[in-house]
C-alpha cells in the first residue's frame, strides 16, 4: 500500500502572535514542524512526504526547521485558508497513492500508533480521523448562560492525522473548491457524502494553538528529555605480546589486553553504557563472539554501528564520563587522543567525552597489574 502524508505547515499562527510562523518554533530543541514532519518521516508505513509552506520559505530557509529526512520531501506552496494549502499539496500526491494522510504542523506530539490506526481505517473505511473523547460535561452556552447540557457520548475533538483514500479526498477537496468552506478536511468528505470513521486519537497530540499552548509543548518535551543514564563495565585480562588498544588509540605497553578483535575496554564499557541507557540491550547481544560479520572488527566499528542503533531509536548523546583503570603504563599523555577518538565513533564532540584514568593501588587483579577495566556512564536525550 502506498501512502503519503501531508502536512499542513502554511499557516502564520495568528493567535499564537509570534514573529516568525509558530511552526517553525523550536520545542525542546527542534521546530514544531520538524518533529509532525519525523513522525511520519520515520513510520514504516509512509512511503513519501509533502509538506506544504508559505512560499518564502518553500524558496528557501524550510529544510534548515526540518532537518534530514529519510523520504526526499516534497515542499508546496500553500494557499490563503488551511484547505486551499492542503488542496494545492493533492495536485502532487502520486497517482499511485492508495491513501493520503493529512496532518498539523502544529500538532508535532503525534504518535506512531495514531498514524497506524488511522492509515488502517483510512483503508478499510474510506475517510478516517484521529479524535478524543470528551470526559468533562459539556454545556451549550449563549450569552453566559446554559442552555443545553449536551449527551457527552456523542461528542469528540477531532485531531489530525486524518487520513482518507486517495478517490475520496479528490471528491472532498472538489466539495471545497466548489464554494464550501470547512476547517478540516473530514468536514468536506462529509459534505461530500462519505462516512467518516473515528479512531482512538490521543490527549498528548494536542494543537499548539496559543502561546499558552507553546509554554505547556515546551514543559512537556523538558520533562520527556530529562535525560536517560546508562552505565558499562568492561575488563580484560593483560598479557605479553598484546597491543594495548584504548578508545581506538594504540598506548606504547609490553602486555595489551586479550581476547578477540583488539579487546578495548574503553569502546567495550562505552558501547553497553549507550546501549543500557537506550534500553537497547547489550555489546553481546549485538555482536556474539560466533557472529561472523563482526570477525575482526574494531571496537570503534562496534561502538559506532551501537551508536546508529541508539540514534534510529531516536536517542541522541548528551555526554559520556569513562575511567579507565590499569596499573602500567599511565595513560596520562594519550587522554587526548582518545577523548577525540572515542568522540568520533560516538558523533558527539570531544567536550562531551570525559576519561579517566586510575590504578587499583595494588589490589586485586588490576592492582597487580592482571588485568585492565573501565567504567562508563552515558547520559542520552530522548528524542522521540
Ligand atoms: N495551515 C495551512 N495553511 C493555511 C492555514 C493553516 O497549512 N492557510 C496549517 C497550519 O500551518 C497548521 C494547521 O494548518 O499547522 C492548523 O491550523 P492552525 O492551528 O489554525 O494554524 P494557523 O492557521 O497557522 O494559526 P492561526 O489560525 O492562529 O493563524
Ligand atoms: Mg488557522
Excluded at 520527556?224 to 605479553?240: F, I, K, M, Q, S
Excluded at 592492582?367 to 522521540?384: N, S, Y
Aim: hydrophobic fraction near 45%; aromatic fraction near 4%.
Amino acid at each position: 500500500m502506498h501512502v503519503t502524508a501531508i502536512i499542513a505547515a502554511a499557516g502564520s499562527g495568528s493567535r499564537l502572535g509570534s514573529a516568525i510562523p509558530k511552526q517553525l518554533l523550536d520545542v525542546g530543541g527542534r521546530s514544531m514542524l520538524a518533529r509532525s514532519v519525523a513522525a511520519f518521516d520515520t513510520h514504516p508505513a509512509i512511503s513519501d512526504v509533502i509538506v506544504v509552506m508559505p512560499a518564502s520559505l518553500v524558496d528557501g530557509g524550510a529544510i534548515d526547521y526540518i532537518g534530514p529526512t529519510k523520504h526526499e520531501l516534497r515542499l508546496v506552496t500553500g494557499g490563503e485558508r488551511r484547505q486551499d494549502s492542503v488542496a494545492n499539496a493533492f495536485e502532487r500526491v502520486p497517482d499511485r497513492a492508495d491513501v493520503v494522510l493529512i496532518h498539523d504542523a502544529a500538532r508535532p506530539f503525534v504518535s506512531a500508533d495514531t498514524i497506524s490506526r488511522t492509515i488502517d481505517a483510512a483503508a478499510r473505511y474510506g475517510a478516517a480521523i484521529a479524535a478524543l473523547e470528551v470526559r468533562d460535561t459539556v454545556k451549550r452556552v449563549e450569552r453566559d448562560v446554559i442552555v443545553e447540557t449536551v449527551a457527552r457520548e456523542s461528542i469528540f475533538l477531532a485531531q489530525t492525522p486524518q487520513g482518507f483514500r486517495r478517490d475520496v479526498l479528490a471528491a472532498a477537496i472538489a466539495v471545497g473548491r466548489s464554494g464550501v468552506e470547512a476547517t478540516d478536511e473530514a468536514a468536506l468528505a462529509e459534505r461530500a457524502g462519505y462516512p467518516v470513521h473515528v479512531v482512538r486519537g490521543e490527549a498528548a497530540n494536542v494543537k499548539i494553538t496559543t502561546e499558552e499552548d507553546l509554554a505547556a509543548a515546551r514543559r512537556h518535551v523538558a520533562a520527556r528529555t530529562a535525560g536517560r543514564v546508562g552505565t558499562g563495565y568492561d575488563l580484560h585480562r593483560l598479557v605479553d605480546g598484546r597491543r594495548l588498544v584504548l578508545a581506538g588509540v594504540t598506548i606504547p605497553s609490553p602486555r595489551g589486553a586479550l581476547g578477540h578483535s583488539d579487546a578495548d575496554v574503553v569502546c567495550h564499557a562505552s558501547t553497553d553504557a549507550v546501549l543500557g541507557a537506550a534500553n537497547l540491550g547489550d555489546i553481546g547481544r549485538h555482536f556474539p563472539d560466533t557472529d561472523p560479520r563482526w570477525k575482526g572488527a574494531s571496537s570503534i566499528a562496534l561502538l559506532r554501528h551501537a551508536v546508529a542503533l541508539v540514534a534510529a531509536a531516536r536517542f541522541e548523546i548528551a555526554n559520556i564520563d569513562v575511567t579507565v583503570i590499569l596499573e602500567s603504563p599511565k595513560i596520562q599523555d594519550y587522554i587526548e587522543a582518545m577523548r577525540v577518538g572515542l568522540a568520533g565513533a560516538l558523533g558527539i564532540e570531544p567536550a562531551r567525552v570525559s576519561i579517566k584514568g586510575k590504578t587499583n593501588e595494588g589490589v586485586d587483579a588490576v592492582g597487580r597489574g592482571e588485568a585492565i577495566a573501565a567504567h562508563a556512564v552515558a547520559l542520552l536525550r530522548d528524542m522521540r
